[in-house]
């Protein structure tokens, strides 16, 4: 009996050690390369994850796990963190494509953050719990009278050997702005601007 | 603090093309020896094993994709189900050959097919996929019915949120939270 309560204090003990929340500091540092713009859009960036996965709560970006695989979540320094950084991937994409950002332009661009997110995605012996995390920003196109005139979408995945999310979200920001870029050079999104 | 003096600056414009010429290198030498790698495998864990090795060390080379979708149609389970994972992070348009892949792993017999080429279609964002993932809410499996709600979220729009309401009576917790995530998503779309 004795020797059962002391297993479950141990157990117990070490998902709480395992488990306490943690914060993030994720930032995104544009890639200076914007070329002159030619056209302009209004940008609109709206938070649009599942539920569970920041969509009720928006200062949430992921989960840690203890040994045992409790969670514990990771959070951001507020609800409008995630936004900030989609706005900063999508204008820094813009001007790669030499589109530029004004509130006076024809067109309206939402970005839709559709994932923002990591998880556990694997566990080995030495290394411990691998991580993975995916980026997925969807962009609508419209006219003033809300006709769509494009649709595309920039996803990255991202993984790191643990539950930092500076070490994960990073490198994955600018690979989403590079996927964004191409996307954004296309000569259907292009032609869609006047 | 010491100045940069103007040499010290046309030092580094002399020296930049080099760098990056030297950069491009390492980078196109990388992805050909990965792929170079994928060249001789035959056994199917070594197979898996490179394609893995391609998602973590190339996953935005623009001729990955050409090297995995192959594999689409590889008559070993295990290697379809890596390859569509592994294309599905890779800068990809689906073609028409593909495509065709892509149905048939979505109408596999075995779930965790199925629910691997849910998750590898969706970041490809292809609206021609989502005729065949709209009848895998119909699925007995319930881990197929909670990917294609998640797909489904990716990929469709404000119309096909009705098409997943049905889930919102299924018997399983999980399945209907995903339904309810993947309504929300679609509904809040433009």
Redesign the interface.
């Known amino acids: 009996m004795r020797a059962s309560a002391l297993s479950l204090a141990i157990l117990f003990g070490s998902a709480a050690l395992g488990t306490g929340a943690l914060a993030a500091e994720i930032t995104y540092k544009p890639s200076g390369t914007a070329s002159p713009a030619k056209r302009s859009v209004v940008l609109k960036v709206?938070d649009?994850?599942?539920?569970?996965?920041g969509?009720k709560e928006g200062q949430y970006v992921g989960y840690r796990r203890s040994a045992v695989g409790l969670k514990a979540r990771i959070k951001v320094d507020g609800p409008g963190v995630v936004p900030d950084l989609a706005r900063a991937v999508t204008v820094d994409a813009l001007g790669q494509a030499g589109v530029g950002v004004s509130a006076e332009a024809p067109v309206v661009l939402?970005a839709?953050v559709?994932?923002f997110w990591m998880d556990w995605a694997s566990y080995e012996l030495f290394s411990g719990i691998g991580y993975r995390g995916?980026v997925?920003v969807?962009y609508?196109l419209?006219d003033s009278s809300?006709k769509?005139l494009w649709k595309?979408?920039a996803?990255?995945?991202q993984?790191y050997k643990r539950d930092s999310a500076e070490k994960l979200f990073g490198p994955a920001l600018p690979?989403l702005a590079?996927?964004a870029s191409?996307t954004f050079e296309s000569e259907e999104f292009l032609k869609a601007i006047p | 603090m010491r100045r940069i003096g103007p040499r010290s600056t046309a030092f580094v414009l002399l020296l930049s093309p080099l760098l990056l010429a030297v950069a491009g290198e390492a980078a196109a030498t990388k992805e050909e020896f990965v792929f170079a790698a994928l060249a001789g495998v035959q056994d199917e864990e070594d197979v898996i094993a490179v394609l893995a090795r391609i998602e973590s060390e190339v996953p935005d080379s623009t001729l990955a994709a050409a090297k995995v979708a192959p594999f689409l149609h590889d008559e070993r389970l295990k290697v379809r189900r890596k390859a569509v994972r592994t294309l599905g992070i890779l800068p990809f348009r689906l073609d028409a050959a593909a495509l065709a892949d892509v149905a048939k792993m979505l109408a596999s017999s075995s779930p965790d097919e199925v629910t691997d080429a849910l998750r590898g279609i969706r970041w490809l964002y292809s609206q021609a996929t989502i005729p065949l993932v709209l009848p895998l809410l119909g699925n007995a499996d319930e881990h197929v019915k909670r990917e294609a709600c998640r797909t489904l979220a990716i990929v469709g729009d404000r119309s096909v949120a009705e098409k997943i309401e049905p889930l919102l009576k299924d018997p399983v917790a999980d399945t209907r939270e995903d339904a309810e995530a993947a309504i929300a998503q679609l509904r809040r779309k433009p």
Do not use: F, I
């Open positions: 709206v649009n994850r599942p539920l569970h996965q969509g939402t839709q559709l994932a995916a997925a969807e609508t419209q809300g769509t595309g979408l996803a990255v995945e993984t690979r590079a996927r191409k």
